[in-house]
């Protein structure tokens, strides 16, 4: 499956954003999908994860009642909403395909896609 993310750009703090990953490929429904980001300097982190029916999610403390990951299978499409946004949010968003491991694991995920930068200003 491949993977393209977009929806990044420079927002102010406090406000928000929506980012897409947009998969390509017949198999996408049956994917566990995450996104993770990437940070100037630092390592690439876990933010969230949702499984193929979209019943179940799961987030990073740090973004948790403030981002929302969804999907429309239909539109082959993940989104992760992001509100309340800090400085500390900025970084590059990638979007990721689960292969099996632990969620929050990025080498517990076969596909990514080029990511989308994310800059809050204070």
């Known amino acids: 499956v491949q993977l393209q993310a977009s929806g990044g750009g420079l927002v102010q703090a406090g406000g928000s954003l929506r980012l897409s990953c947009a998969a390509s490929?017949?198999?996408?429904?049956?994917?566990?999908m995450g996104w993770f980001r990437q940070a100037p300097g630092k390592e690439r982190e876990f933010v969230a994860m949702i499984n193929w029916s979209g019943g179940t999610t799961y987030y990073a403390d740090s973004v948790k009642g403030r981002f929302t990951i969804s999907r429309v299978n239909a539109k082959n499409t993940v989104y992760l909403q992001m509100n309340s946004l800090k400085p500390e949010d900025t970084a590059v968003y990638y979007c990721a395909a689960h292969g099996g491991g632990s969620y929050l694991d990025t080498r517990s995920y076969n596909y990514w896609g080029l990511g989308t930068l994310v800059t809050v200003s204070s």
């Open positions: 490929g017949r198999t996408f429904s049956s994917y566990v």
